[in-house]
């Protein structure tokens, strides 16, 4: 158990829609990652929080928002769903503190869109 | 997105023989990080690397770093069927905090 946790675990919806996921991050970590993992595209960085700031975007749709909260939680919104949104989403924590760069993964939300 | 070359894609062993794997990349990174991933769950933390040339261990697991800064090994000794998984490479290219950006995965099978 990482200690980051995820809800929901699985999630179906239409095309069209929106949905929010949710993370929480390790206990006094105060970095959330997100991260799209897909067959064919991989594991791919979205978007980074550092205690509620927004730190670094990568692969990040304009569909798809993030933020995180002051109890350090965070939220993905994924919006307009298409087909090609189906993949498992995960989140990682990072110690706000130096030397470790190691980020500690959930156990993700897999997204089905139909 | 950019992604580090990882290689073998697959790899089908018996229990008892010894696994590597490795990754690299066109660009330096300035930590390698290699995870492991079970069906259903998310990456698992195996082992972190931070200095060129550096050599790390975790029970049976060795990772090291590459002294070009380009690529990272993984070796795992003696494999167990519970070592079957999707390993991956992960690299970060600032000192801290930054994004990770992970290899495509090695699918190891381990037949008992």
């Known amino acids: 158990d990482s200690g980051v946790t995820q809800t929901p675990k699985h999630l179906i919806t239409a095309t069209g829609q929106r949905v929010t996921l949710r993370c929480s991050p390790r206990s006094g970590d105060l970095s959330v990652y997100w991260y799209q993992q897909s067959l064919d595209q991989g594991l791919q960085f979205l978007i980074q929080y550092y205690n509620g700031e927004e730190r670094a975007k990568g692969n990040i749709l304009e569909r798809f928002s993030a933020q995180q909260f002051p109890d350090l939680h965070s939220e993905l919104n994924l919006s307009s769903l298409e087909l090609g949104d189906s993949a498992l989403y995960f989140c990682?924590?990072?110690?706000?503190?130096?030397?470790?760069?190691?980020?500690?993964f959930g156990p993700g939300t897999r997204l089905t869109v139909l | 997105g950019q992604q580090l070359n990882q290689s073998p894609q697959s790899m089908f062993i018996q229990e008892g023989e010894d696994v590597s794997m490795n990754c690299t990349s066109s660009?330096?990174?300035?930590?390698w990080l290699w995870y492991k991933q079970e069906p259903g769950e998310g990456p698992v933390l195996l082992i972190a690397l931070y200095k060129a040339g550096e050599l790390t261990s975790n029970g049976r697991l060795t990772a090291q770093f590459g002294i070009t800064r380009k690529d990272s090994f993984l070796n795992i000794s003696a494999s167990i069927p519970s070592d079957v998984g999707i390993y991956f490479c992960a690299g970060q290219k600032e000192t801290s905090g930054s994004r990770l950006t992970f290899g495509e995965g090695t699918q190891l099978t381990v037949n008992p």
């Open positions: 660009s330096i990174f300035n930590t």
């Open positions: 990682a924590s990072r110690a706000g503190t130096r030397p470790t760069n190691e980020q500690f």
